[in-house]
């Protein structure tokens, strides 16, 4: 069975100070991994995903993820944290086998502090 | 842009009513998907859909059923509405199956109370 961790409920960092939001996850073989971003009284909007290649990941707003397979996590961070960054963050999972539907982890407020 | 449209943003029904919650996409995805989400629970599977016709339970089906008659809708029911299905209701849709790689684009939402 598939499943993700996010191990915090709430990331606070000051604005302009680097943030990261943890993310690990179990599934059967090679993942693909994707982070989602929502605001208030929003659906969620896709931030980066997971593949192949590379380990670390280029996505919107600035952000990056890095995809650790030894310790089976794939966290998300950026160098300057914005006040507008504030949001609830979702981390999914899929295995590669055919075509399974997302996984979602339990997310994680993080709030920046100008 | 891919636009995924839930047609109610709020809803407020009585227990035991039956209660329908539609979702339609406009980019002609074979793939589509209910999720509630709950504060500390994050998004859970409720149903989803590979094409016309096809469902297929997710991970908390109890309660609910769905509808795909046409490609570009799928609705989701709740036969007799509960207090514990006050909830907000998040569609998504996904791409051509060949292509499964393609993440979700969600809707924005339907913050059901029911009372």
């Known amino acids: 069975a598939q499943s993700v961790a996010q191990p915090e409920d709430q990331v606070n960092v000051a604005e302009g100070n680097p943030l990261t939001v943890k993310c690990t996850y179990s599934?059967?073989?090679?993942?693909?991994l994707f982070w989602y971003v929502q605001y208030p009284n929003r659906g969620l909007q896709f931030l980066l995903k997971?593949?192949?290649?590379?380990?670390l990941v280029k996505g919107s707003y600035g952000f990056e993820a890095e995809f650790n397979k030894s310790q089976t996590s794939f966290h998300l961070k950026k160098p300057s944290a914005l006040v507008s960054d504030s949001a609830l963050y979702f981390c999914?999972?899929?295995?590669?086998?055919?075509?399974?539907?997302?996984?979602f982890g339990k997310g994680t407020r993080l709030s920046v502090i100008a | 842009d891919v636009k995924v449209t839930q047609s109610s943003r709020y809803l407020v029904k009585r227990t035991g009513e039956k209660v329908f919650l539609e979702c339609v996409q406009d980019?002609?995805?074979?793939?589509m998907f209910w999720y509630r989400q709950d504060p500390g629970l994050g998004l859970r599977l409720i149903y989803f859909?590979?094409?016309?016709?096809?469902?297929e339970k997710g991970d908390i089906p109890e309660g609910y059923s769905v509808s795909r008659e046409k490609k570009e809708r799928f609705s989701l029911i709740l036969e007799s509405a509960s207090t514990n299905q006050t909830s907000m209701y998040l569609c998504?849709?996904?791409?051509?199956?060949?292509?499964?790689?393609?993440?979700?684009?969600f809707g924005s939402g339907t913050r059901l109370t029911v009372v």
């Open positions: 980019m002609d995805h074979e793939n």
């Open positions: 859909s590979y094409d016309v016709k096809m469902k």
């Open positions: 997971y593949i192949t290649g590379d380990n």
């Open positions: 998504a849709s996904r791409g051509d199956r060949r292509k499964p790689l393609y993440g979700y684009t």
């Open positions: 999914a999972v899929r295995d590669r086998s055919g075509n399974t539907p997302l996984v």
């Open positions: 599934v059967s073989g090679n993942p693909y």
